[in-house]
Structure formats: structure tokens, C-alpha cells
């Protein structure tokens, strides 16, 4: 039975999991500063932190009492409450938790993996408040971990292709070729090999001569002396849509200065793409690279869409995702 000091203790314990900080109201006369927002993450977690520490001294001090089970799941929780909002210092608290429970001889494959999902889903949301450098370098330890850990889950595996996507060409090369060295996911090893393809080219000059979608010829070759942006895009990639308003408003302003646009698309059937040049009104050349042929996709490694790259005026290839930032590319490039 326990006493009344556990019961005011646990009924303490009780009310301050129960009860979430007050959320960030929005100010009537201005935005809130990002310094105020990661000090308001920062109180979230320390409170969090706090109650942790709470659960953790019930069950410590009360380890008969019926609620300590339910005390340590409390404990458990508010620790990645904590960490994911930001609370570095108590990651090896949180990591030696899991690997406290990972060792229990009842838990099967799922329920393991699930645990260090978690863990990493935890740890990586807490260093986004730090820096995207400080988040990328923890997802690339963590997926690393869950791929050697788990081999047969992909999830490992598709973290680090999505960090070798958008890593500068040596960095991708590097994650390529060592997502190539253990998955078996004949899809990624196939990007990989593109994404190995795309870096072994930047810098190098890029021959490209096919017929566009009107039937005309179109030879990178002949456009020596103006820089060339090569947009990659079908009608359903999710992202695809912003990608060609972006491109097309580049066109439309830089075209008159000497930017040459056109169009690579994947999509399965012509009249998808017909749509869409006639629905954003495109007036730069189009080439349908259907999935009966797949010439460029397979030529160039391309997976994912959309992407931009872009060629100097001397022919060279520069930049393979040039989608992040095309207009600061692309009076670069006029500048040279």
C-alpha cells in the first residue's frame, strides 16, 4: 500500500505530465524573432527534461509502488519530449534508455527497429533547432547506425539517399557508394550510380544534342557563349509543378539577356506534358523523354525530379541543383 507522501508525490507527478506548456501565441504587432522561438523550444524541453527527472525519482524512490511502471514509460517519454525540442545534453540519457529497453529478449525484429526509429526521429528533430548542419550530421550518424543494425529495413538506407541528394558532388559520391557497398534495393543502387554519374561531371563539359516535342533539332553544342539552364520535370512529381513557375518566370527575364531554357521531361505519355507546357503558357523547347525510351534518364542517372542543372557559357557543366537557388545561379552565369 502506498503512503500519502507517495500519493501527493505521484498525483504531483500526475498533473505535470498532464500539463503542456502554454503554446506560442501569436504577437499582434510582429513576427516572433528566431531567437525567440528556439528559446521558446528550449523551455519546452527543459521543462520536459524536468518531468522526466520527476518520473525517474518516483520510480527510483517508490519502486513497488503500483504506478512505477507507469512512471517509467512517463520518464521514457518526456526524455524525447525533451530531446526532440532541442535538449542535446540528454541524448546519451535518452540513448542509454533505449538501449535499456532494446535489451529485453521479448521484443521481436518490428519492435526493436521501431525503438531505434524513434531514436533517431528524436535526436534529429532536436539538432534542426542548432543548425541544418548540426540535423544533417546526426541523421547521417543515425541512419548510418539503423542501416548496419537493421540491414534488412531500407529506412536506413533511404535517410542517407536523402542526404546524398542534396550533398555537395564529393560528399554524395561518398554516401553513394556506400549505400552501393550494403543495400540490395536494386532502385537505390540505381540512383546511387546516377548520383555518382552527376558528381563525376560537374566541371566537365556536358554534350547533349536531341529533337524537341515540335520536331526541331536542339544541340547544347550550338549555344556556346550563353548559359543554359536544363530543367528535368514531369506532370506528377511533387515538386515539379513550383519547379516549371520558377523556371518559367526565370525565362521570361532572362531570356532577353541571353539564358537558354529547356525542358527534359519523363512523363509516361505525351499528352500529360502537352498539358502542362499548355497550362503554364511554356514558350522555351520541350523534349519527352517517355518511358518507352528513357535516353536521358538512364544517360544521366536521373531519379528523382525535378532538377535544374545549368552550363556556363563555355559548355561546362556547373551545377546539378541548381533548383535551390536558380536565379543567384543564373546571373552568375550571365556575369561570367
Known sequence: MSTSHEAQAWNTLQHDYDTPPPPLKQLQDRMFTEKEIQDYYGCVADRAGAVADEAKDFYTHYPKNPNAAKARKMYFEMLHTAVGYSSKKRIPELEAATAE?????????????????????????????????????????RARQLAREYPNHPDGYRYLMNLARVAPPAKSTALAREILAGCKDEKARSECRGLITHASSIGKPLELALTTSDGKAWDLGGLRGKPVLLLFWDSTSQFSSKAIYVVNNIYKTYHPKGLEVIGLNFDDATAKAASTVKEYDLKWPQYLDSKSAWKLRDRFGVETLPLCWFIDKKGILRDIHGEREPIDITEKLLAE
Open 101 to 141: 529497453r532494446l535489451q529485453n529478449p521479448k521484443l521481436d525484429d518490428a519492435e526493436r527497429f521501431k525503438l531505434s526509429m524513434r531514436l533517431l526521429r528524436s535526436t534529429v528533430s532536436g539538432r534542426k533547432y542548432e543548425s541544418d548542419d548540426a540535423m544533417r550530421a546526426e541523421l547521417e550518424k
